[in-house]
């Protein structure tokens, strides 16, 4: 990915943070367990492709579904595997 690329999905996942903080966005679901998003992150086009089953490709993952799903795989992430990995808010 390319500087420019990464500044605007960094600004994009900000984005979605703050509107989602301020009451304008709702916050997203696992749609693969139904748990709510408290961790916001993102990994390489190349490692999702890998990792998540081409019907939910375009759908919201938690971290944890996805790492269930890396781990079937034979992969093992480490944080220099994602591209972003910050909290949403506290969990309750």
């Not at 693969?32 to 990994?43: E, K």
């Not at 081409?54 to 759908?59: A, C, P, T």
């Amino acid at each position: 990915m390319e500087l420019l690329d990464k500044v605007i999905w960094f600004l994009h996942v900000k984005l979605k943070y703050i509107l989602t903080r301020l009451g304008f966005r709702d916050k997203q679901s696992c749609r693969l367990c139904g748990r709510n998003q408290y961790i916001i992150w993102s990994v390489p086009d190349w490692l999702w492709l890998i990792v998540v089953p081409y019907e939910l490709r375009n759908k919201t993952l938690c971290i944890e579904c996805f790492a269930n799903l890396a781990y079937k795989e034979g992969i093992t992430l480490t944080l220099d595997k994602f591209d972003h990995l910050d909290f949403f808010q506290s969990v309750p």
